[in-house]
């Protein structure tokens, strides 16, 4: 069974610093990798995903995030974060061979400082 | 707007009272999903619907069962709580069964058991 690891669980940056979160997966085949966002008191919601094609993916808000297959990682980077972007991240993975659910992440608390 | 809704947002119940959590759609979409989460923890995925097919995780405790009487309702139903199931309960819909699918989820409810 695949999992997944987000080694940083709490992040605290001051806004304009830039970010990083990072995410590992662990299986052997083809994924698909999205990352979501849940800003406080809301509800979950996609941030970006990687299908194919090129791996560095953009996503709403100024994120994106790199596919790096060899390291089987998929991190989400922002130049400069803002106050508004504190919220929890979860990465999560699905392999395309057959399966539709998906594996998340432990999840990672950003604060932003204004 | 479609979306994923959940009531009650906060739910507090008695040690062994039994308890219902609801979860409705407006997106018709095919799949449906109850997770937990628990602070710090990545959401676990209790059970799921594909149309009227129930597909329970393995280690999804007998506590624990759902309904789906239609595409837009699903119900979770804790029979006897305890304090161990305390925790953010999390609906998802995804539009079928493909590894492409982004997960929609609801606001979650809280439970709180005394």
């Known amino acids: 069974a695949q999992s997944v690891s987000q080694h940083n669980h709490h992040v605290i940056l001051s806004e304009a610093a830039s970010l990083e979160l990072g995410c590992n997966y662990s299986?052997?085949?083809?994924?698909?990798l999205f990352w979501y966002v849940q800003y406080p008191g809301q509800h979950l919601q996609l941030l970006l995903k990687?299908?194919?094609?090129?791996?560095l993916v953009k996503g709403i808000k100024g994120f994106e995030a790199e596919f790096i297959k060899s390291k089987f990682s998929f991190n989400l980077r922002k130049p400069s974060v803002q106050w508004s972007d504190t919220a929890e991240y979860f990465c999560?993975?699905?392999?395309?061979?057959?399966?539709?659910?998906?594996?998340f992440g432990r999840g990672t608390s950003l604060i932003v400082h204004p | 707007d479609a979306m994923v809704i959940q009531n009650p947002r906060y739910q507090v119940t008695q040690f062994g009272k039994p308890v219902t959590l609801s979860c409705s759609q407006t997106?018709?979409?095919?799949?449906m999903y109850w997770y937990q989460q628990k602070s710090s923890q990545a959401p676990k995925l209790l059970f799921h619907?594909?149309?009227?097919?129930?597909?329970n995780e393995a280690d999804t405790p007998d506590n624990f069962q759902s309904r789906r009487p239609n595409t837009s309702f699903c119900f979770l139903d804790i029979r006897s709580p305890g304090l161990g199931d305390a925790a953010m309960y999390l609906c998802?819909?995804?539009?079928?069964?493909?590894?492409?699918?982004?997960?929609?989820f609801g606001p979650g409810t809280r439970l709180t058991v005394l």
């Open positions: 999560a993975v699905i392999p395309t061979g057959g399966s539709y659910i998906p594996t």
């Open positions: 299986y052997g085949g083809t994924v698909n």
């Open positions: 990687y299908f194919s094609g090129d791996p």
């Open positions: 998802a819909t995804s539009r079928d069964r493909s590894s492409y699918n982004e997960q929609f």
């Open positions: 997106l018709n979409h095919n799949v």
């Open positions: 619907y594909y149309d009227k097919d129930f597909n």
